[in-house]
């Protein structure tokens, strides 16, 4: 079946722009993660949906950045007044169950680079 | 705060030796450990995982183990073949179960 899905696969854009970052998890997927991953690290957790709702968003940054899930399916991470330090790999991850205790199927990333 | 180390950075190997990865984790709440395998410019793909239940898990030539009084875990493969080559990531579940902690990976390179 079809994997987790993530669009754009790069995005190049100016600082102090807005952007839009989607995923597409598995289907009937009801955990949906996102990451942040620069070069030479580990993926670093940003926000965890449960459904719609954002069960943890204690890994955002700062409040350039907001994510939403509005129907329990598709999820996009925006970012505000973008900055050079935002540039990095944007990884959704989604789960059949609910709690990190069970796989993470990690879409392909978006490339993010602010100018 | 929650934090995952692994160690080495680099790991260079011939084919047909073993490789081991080791990683620490900070928070004795966490119960749940993969590893994951990323190649360069792919997404990183589940290779195998451990609960605190268990001390030891096998599949094939990948074996993971886990020392929960220590609060830390190992990755070990046996017969190291070229395709083995890629970055490998421990990670620890956090102390709220929402999120995955990963360290900051090792290169293995397995020459022939």
């Known amino acids: 079946g079809a994997g987790v899905s993530q669009t754009p696969s790069n995005k190049v854009t100016e600082k102090g722009k807005y952007v839009e970052l989607r995923c597409d998890p598995i289907s009937g997927h009801t955990a949906l993660y996102w990451y942040r991953q620069s070069l030479g690290q580990g993926p670093e957790f940003l926000i965890y949906f449960q459904g719609t709702g954002a069960a943890d968003d204690s890994g955002l940054p700062n409040d350039r950045f907001f994510a939403v899930r509005p129907e329990g399916s598709v999820s996009t991470l925006k970012i505000q007044r973008t900055e050079r330090g935002d540039s990095a790999v944007y990884l959704c991850?989604?789960?059949?169950?609910?709690?990190?205790?069970?796989?993470?199927?990690f879409g392909p990333g978006t490339r993010l680079t602010v100018l | 705060g929650e934090n995952v180390e692994q160690h080495p950075s680099t790991l260079s190997v011939q084919e047909g030796d073993s490789a081991v990865i080791k990683c620490t984790y900070s928070?004795?709440?966490?119960?749940?450990f993969p590893w994951y395998k990323q190649e360069l410019g792919k997404r990183p793909q589940l290779i195998i995982d451990i609960r605190s239940n268990v001390g030891e898990k096998k599949d094939q030539r990948i074996a993971v183990t886990l020392n929960k009084t220590a609060k830390h875990f190992s990755l070990h493969i046996t017969e190291t073949q070229p395709e083995d080559s890629a970055v490998y990531f421990c990670?620890?579940?956090?102390?709220?179960?929402?999120?995955?902690?990963f360290g900051k990976g090792t290169t293995l390179s397995v020459s022939s």
């Open positions: 991850a989604s789960s059949p169950r609910d709690s990190a205790y069970n796989e993470q199927f």
């Open positions: 990670a620890a579940t956090n102390q709220a179960g929402t999120a995955l902690i």
């Open positions: 928070d004795s709440a966490s119960n749940y």
